[in-house]
T-cell receptor
Framework: GAGVSQSPSNKVTEKGKDVELRCDPI?????LYWYRQSLGQGLEFLIY??????PDKSGLPSDRFSAERTGGSVSTLTIQRTQQEDSAVYLC????WGAGAQETQYFGPGTRLLVL | KQEVTQIPAALSVPEGENLVLNCSFTDSAIYNLQWFRQDPGKGLTSLLLIQSSQREQTSGRLNASLDKSSGRSTLYIAASQPGDSATYLC??????????FGSGTRLLVRP
């Protein structure tokens, strides 16, 4: 079946512009996660959705970052007034319930963001 | 705050060798420990998941162990092949269901 998909695969933007990154989770998966992978910081957690609500936003680095999820499916990560340090690969993952020690997360291919 | 460390950062071995990748974590209150593989320009592929009550998991030539008391996990790869070349990441899951990742071990298996 179809895995997690993300779009765009690559995005180049100018400093100060806003960007939207999209994630389509595996159909029927309740939980959705956003992570960021950058050269200096490794792979770090950003935000977690259970259905349409976000019980854990602790990883969002600043108030320029926001995310939403609608219909318990597609999620959008928005970065406002982008900065060069936002350049990274943004990875999305989903899991069936998000509430089990035996549950693995399935990752998408990522969106590579470059802020000039 | 959980910290996950992986050593070595990079490893180069000839084909056919058995090898061990190491992962350590500072907080033993984990739900599970997971190992992932990442190929260049690709997302992560789950390899093995060990629940906190388990000691090890096996899949084909891969075996992962977990020792919560010492805060360590190892990934054993038997009879390595060039196709095993990738970056291997370990991650701990805590009660909030988010993954905390190590910085990875970059593996090269030479033909």
């Amino acid at each position: 079946g179809a895995g997690v998909s993300q779009s765009p695969s690559n995005k180049v933007t100018e400093k100060g512009k806003d960007v939207e990154l999209r994630c389509d989770p595996i159909s029927g998966h309740t939980a959705l996660y956003w992570y960021r992978q950058s050269l200096g910081q490794g792979l770090e957690f950003l935000i977690y959705f259970q259905g349409n609500s976000a019980p854990d936003k602790s990883g969002l680095p600043s108030d320029r970052f926001s995310a939403e999820r609608t219909g318990g499916s597609v999620s959008t990560l928005t970065i406002q007034r982008t900065q060069q340090e936002d350049s990274a690969v943004y990875l999305c993952a989903s899991s069936p319930w998000g509430a089990g020690a035996q549950e693995t997360q399935y990752f998408g291919p990522g969106t590579r963001l470059l802020v000039l | 705050k959980q910290e996950v460390t992986q050593i070595p950062a990079a490893l180069s071995v000839p084909e056919g060798e058995n090898l061990v990748l190491n992962c350590s974590f500072t907080d033993s209150a984990i739900y599970n420990l997971q190992w992932f593989r990442q190929d260049p320009g690709k997302g992560l592929t789950s390899l093995l998941l060990i629940q906190s009550s388990q000691r090890e998991q096996t899949s084909g030539r891969l075996n992962a162990s977990l020792d919560k008391s010492s805060g360590r996990s190892t990934l054993y790869i038997a009879a390595s092949q060039p196709g095993d070349s990738a970056t291997y990441l370990c991650a701990s899951m805590d009660s909030s269901y988010k993954l905390i990742f190590g910085s990875g071990t970059r593996l090269l298996v030479r033909p």
